[in-house]
């Protein structure tokens, strides 16, 4: 039996690809942006640990029940934004700074992307010729 030719080569990350991360639709609710700011400074708390926050701070700090933020706390662990360790009774979360840096990383190489492309030629409309002004006799 022959062996399978090498794969090609693994071309280079669209500035596009970005767009199909489901982080980015996860980040877009409202209350997990909430939820990141408060990962990234929260309010101490008798559960506040130096490696992790406590999903009850969540429920005290936004007002919404342990269901509610369950649901939300497992959307941005699944898109890898967030760990989550259960200690006991109580689970903590910490934010992933990696994961958030290679979506500003996708995020920025899209918006260098797009100014390299509207950097070309001009496609704006010529300018608009008063024809009023030069059958008045103006140059």
Same mark, same amino acid.
């Given at each position: ?13 669209? $500035? @596009? ?5 489901? /982080? !980015? ?5 409202? +209350?997990?942006? *909430? ?31 342990? $269901? @509610? ?5 497992? /959307? !941005? ?5 967030? +760990?989550?360790? *259960? ?53």
């Amino acid at each position: 039996m022959a062996d399978a030719p090498p794969a090609p080569p693994s071309a280079p990350p669209h $500035p @596009t690809d970005v767009l199909g991360d489901a /982080a !980015l639709k996860a980040l877009a609710d409202p +209350t997990r942006t *909430k939820i990141l700011a408060f990962l990234l400074d929260p309010v101490q708390s008798c559960c506040r640990r130096e490696d992790g926050v406590c999903g009850c701070d969540l429920e005290t700090y936004l007002g919404l029940s342990q $269901p @509610t933020i369950s649901h939300h706390m497992k /959307a !941005l662990t699944e898109v890898g934004v967030v +760990t989550a360790e *259960k200690r006991g009774r109580w689970v903590y979360y910490d934010l992933v700074p990696q994961r958030l840096a290679g979506l500003a990383d996708g995020l920025a190489a899209l918006a260098r992307a797009a100014a390299a492309a509207t950097s070309g030629p001009s496609t704006a409309p010529p300018p608009r010729v008063d024809r009023g002004a030069r059958d008045r006799g103006a140059p």
